[in-house]
């Protein structure tokens, strides 16, 4: 069901008690992934948060509302296609000389450090610009492949198999999926699902579940994407104190599939995700493009061996979601990963998540985190309050404040809206 709203405007009045709590659990996808990695990895588990900008064209195409195009989004039941997708993702993280690429692969890995599996090699797209093929025949089949210099890694779901297969170390990672489970994979989406959200459809699907009555959307002309017909559904916070400048989906007019997503910050500049097609077909793939046999000699490394959280969702839990269950308010309740105290502050696009590590001190200074508290203190920037001090670690997108008592909160809001937050929770 499509969010309501006029052309101008969307308001969530009139969602039902299940969206909202998809809502509410959206916003506090970054549990799993504070400390010590912070930003970083909080950054990786809320990229498809927030969207972006089209193409380039203008064709002449009938009028329609912004209600119309979200309600053609929500109607698309794309079975078929393949393509070639780019996406391009500028967090602003800083320069860490390659190894921000092993904390962000850190902080989403539940493997046994395999670098087939998908939790570990997929969240390289959370920086750089990447070139992705994608297939998908239904909801039982879908392929993925990262095309990289001299070679390529492929995520393949093909019935109750997924296949993870790293051509540049020769790996294989395998786990099962039960049959038909394919839908929430990715139908329509052109791949199995992976811990960072990569195809236009994915994050538009996650993007319009921030939509609220804090939010603006209306449709801003048309476009062509991969030589496609498409309208531009634009999506704006109403609220000042967010990162989020505007996000733009370009929605192909026949299917109404999402062709090409671009977040744009408040702060300006670039795009901070990117992501499009750059060709594709509706045509039905072949079908050994779902076909996969462990090359001889590969290293084959089983999910379940890996210690594998969830069927069919390779390295990460099967619904994320679930992990923060009626945690939201709990004051004292163990969170996940041994987090006390989950809560949100605020609302729409501004809210801030309050996270208590129990780890006092070890935001800032050497003393009790070491040399990687210094390290993470020499890029942040230290702030006091009402609620004493701490260091905000800031990427374009997600900031995270971490208190010297041990407590982070963390938005998608500006580093002077986590400082007000910290002090009214005091």
């Known amino acids: ?26 916003r506090r996808k970054a549990a799993r992934y504070i400390v010590p990695v912070t930003v970083i990895g909080v950054a990786a588990a809320t990229i498809g948060l927030v969207p972006a900008l089209a193409d380039s064209g203008d064709p002449d195409l009938p009028k329609i509302t912004a209600q119309q195009l979200l309600d053609k989004i929500a109607a698309s ?13 500028d967090l602003g993280l800083p320069d860490l000389g390659g190894l921000e690429s092993g904390l962000l692969s850190g902080a989403t890995q539940g493997g046994d450090g395999s670098s087939a599996d998908p939790s570990t090699k ?45 051509s540049a170390s020769n790996e294989v990672y395998h786990s099962t999926a039960d049959e038909n489970s394919g839908e929430g994979a990715g139908k329509g ?29 209306t449709v801003d002309g048309t476009v062509q994407v991969a030589g496609r017909d498409a309208y531009k559904l634009l999506v704006k916070p109403k609220q000042s104190g967010s990162t989020v400048g505007a996000i733009s989906v370009a929605v192909d007019a026949k299917t109404g599939l999402p062709l090409k997503f671009t977040l744009t910050p408040a702060s300006g ?80 696009w501004t809210s801030v998540a309050v996270f208590d590590t129990g780890g006092e001190g070890m935001p800032s200074g050497t003393e009790a985190g070491g040399d990687l508290g210094g390290f993470l203190g020499s890029f942040g920037d230290k702030v006091t309050g009402k609620f004493g001090s701490g260091t905000v670690f800031s990427t374009r997108l997600i900031n995270a404040l971490m208190t010297d008592d041990g407590k982070v909160y963390v938005g998608a809001v500006t580093k002077d809206a986590l400082v007000k937050a910290a002090n009214a929770a005091k």
């Open 189 to 217: 989406s052109g791949k199995a699902e992976t811990p960072v959200p990569a195809t236009p459809k994915e994050l538009t699907d996650d993007a319009l579940k921030a939509v609220d009555d804090t939010t603006s959307v």
């Open 269 to 348: 500049g670039a795009a901070v995700v990117d992501a499009g097609f750059t060709q594709v077909s509706f045509a039905k793939p072949a079908a050994s493009t779902f076909d996969f046999t462990a090359p001889k000699g590969a290293k084959v490394t089983e999910g379940d061996e890996a210690g594998e959280s969830a069927p069919g969702h390779p390295g990460r839990s099967d619904d994320l979601a679930k992990d923060l269950e009626g945690l939201e308010g709990a004051e004292g309740a163990e969170g996940p990963d041994g987090l006390d105290g989950l809560n949100v502050l605020g609302e729409g």
């Open 1 to 26: 069901m499509a969010p309501k709203a006029s052309d101008d405007t969307t308001t969530g009045g009139e969602s039902t008690g299940a969206e909202a709590d998809d809502l509410r659990l959206g």
């Open 77 to 89: 039941d794309v079975q078929q296609l393949s393509g070639t997708v780019k996406i391009s993702t």
């Open 122 to 166: 997929l969240t390289e797209l959370a920086s750089g610009t990447h070139t992705l093929r994608v297939a998908a025949d239904g909801p039982d089949r879908q392929k993925l492949s990262l095309l990289e210099d001299a070679a390529e890694y492929s995520v393949i779901h093909n019935g109750k198999d997924v296949w993870g297969y790293d």
